[in-house]
């Protein structure tokens, strides 16, 4: 029997059967457009939580620091972590909320910088790390909920949480933020009486005496829309990999979508007229039809509510997805495309000629947001990095 060291490995195989490919040189060329959107006063966050919405985190997180953002936002400690095992130096943003004191040593060992959506939190902070010997203060976020009602203290509250940690040691004030729940929306109401809501709970905390070194309140949707939302940094995850949080958005910077998703053919056959295709003969062909097996499927990230509602491409063209999607494969309907043969590749997301199928159209069709259909695509997939980096130290390929 081969040892593994004698076989072949997977990580020299990536494309062997499916496989994610995210341009870097358009991941560099959003970041450069949404800096352009930017005043010199406004700092960039590109927000790599959940491995880069599906793109790779490390990769990422390297080309857009090297394209002009200077923070990098992320959900949970162990994202963090993963940017400093890879050598990424670039403040943290830990976006999650953490209370326990082994969350709360891991980030202070990784140098990593936490959201505050409490006082009981921040209290729970100032005491785990009065164990550290000499250290110096952990700079913290706070956060304020003007009306996502999601993490946060209550606006009202804001200058009293902000004088509980300017008291409390260890700690050190490092922004003060809140986050906007309709910013892509035409309609602005809702996210005006959210901005207002923190401009007062700012005015209150530097009637306090405390002036926050940095305020933030924009996500993709707020930076695209308005600069009045800029503040001294934006967040910025969707519109980093090309996509807009809402068409009427588009006109604002031209983005160009950073990832495609591909696998190959790995068989093909004629089926009669009345044949049921795939579990539960959802598809029952009308003619004698060229069938086509490719090796994706819902393990990997093809959501199976789009059985008989997709398209995918072949050489150029459109073709139907037919039958049920299954776990590792699903079947297409290749009457159109001549002599198809094993081993060609289908486009399932991206650009192939003059078509291309955007992860705007799944959501479309599946009544559901693109940032779902990003982050759905499982880790068995490996991720190809194409296009030119800004630095050679980049990578040319890496496993999502």
Not at 1 to 27: K, T
Not at 102 to 124: D, F, G, N, V
Not at 201 to 223: E, F, K, V
Request: proline letters at 5%; glycine letters at 8%; charged letters at 15%.
């Amino acid at each position: 029997m081969l040892s593994w060291e004698q076989s072949p490995s997977m990580a020299l195989m990536p494309r062997e059967r499916a496989w994610v490919e995210v341009n870097l040189s358009a991941i560099a060329h959003n970041v450069q457009q949404i800096c352009r959107l930017l005043s010199n006063q406004t700092a960039l966050m590109a927000v790599v939580k959940a491995d880069a919405y599906g793109h790779g985190a490390t990769t990422v997180a390297q080309t857009a620091l090297q394209a002009g953002a200077t923070w990098l936002g992320v959900a949970t400690i162990p994202e963090g972590i993963e940017l400093r095992e890879a050598g990424i130096h670039a403040p943290v943003l830990v976006l999650g909320a953490n209370h326990t004191p082994e969350q709360i040593r891991a980030i202070a060992h990784w140098k990593l910088q936490p959201t505050l959506c409490t006082p009981r939190q921040a209290l729970i902070f100032a005491e785990v790390l009065a164990e550290r010997p000499q250290s110096d203060p952990l700079p913290v976020h706070l956060k304020l909920d003007t009306g996502m009602s999601r993490l946060g203290t209550a606006w009202q509250e804001a200058a009293a949480f902000a004088q509980l940690v300017q008291r409390l040691p260890h700690l050190k004030l490092a922004s003060v933020y809140s986050h906007l729940a309709t910013a892509e929306d035409p309609d602005q109401t809702i996210a005006r009486q959210q901005q207002q809501r923190f401009e007062t709970a700012i005015a209150q905390i530097r009637a306090c005496g405390i002036h926050p070194p940095c305020l933030h309140l924009a996500n993709s949707g707020g930076t695209l829309s308005d600069p009045t939302f800029h503040y001294d940094l934006v967040r910025v995850g969707l519109a980093i990999y090309g996509l807009y949080p809402a068409a009427h958005l588009g006109a604002t910077a031209k983005l160009k979508t950073a990832l495609q998703v591909k696998a190959r053919v790995t068989q093909v056959k004629t089926i009669a007229a009345g044949t049921g295709v795939s579990y539960g003969h959802r598809f029952v062909a009308d003619r004698e039809m060229c069938l086509a097996v490719v090796a994706i499927g819902y393990a990997d990230g093809v959501p199976r509510n789009l059985s008989n509602s997709m398209e995918v491409l072949v050489r150029g063209q459109r073709v139907a997805q037919i039958g049920a999607v299954t776990m590792d494969q699903i079947m297409l309907d290749v009457s159109t495309v001549p002599d198809l043969q094993e081993g060609e590749v289908v486009t399932l997301l991206g650009q192939d000629g003059n078509q291309s199928i955007s992860a705007d159209d799944w959501a479309a069709t599946l009544g559901t947001i693109s940032w779902e259909i990003l982050c759905g695509f499982k880790h068995r997939l490996p991720r190809i990095a194409i296009g030119q980096a800004l630095s050679d130290s980049v990578s040319r390929r890496y496993e999502g």
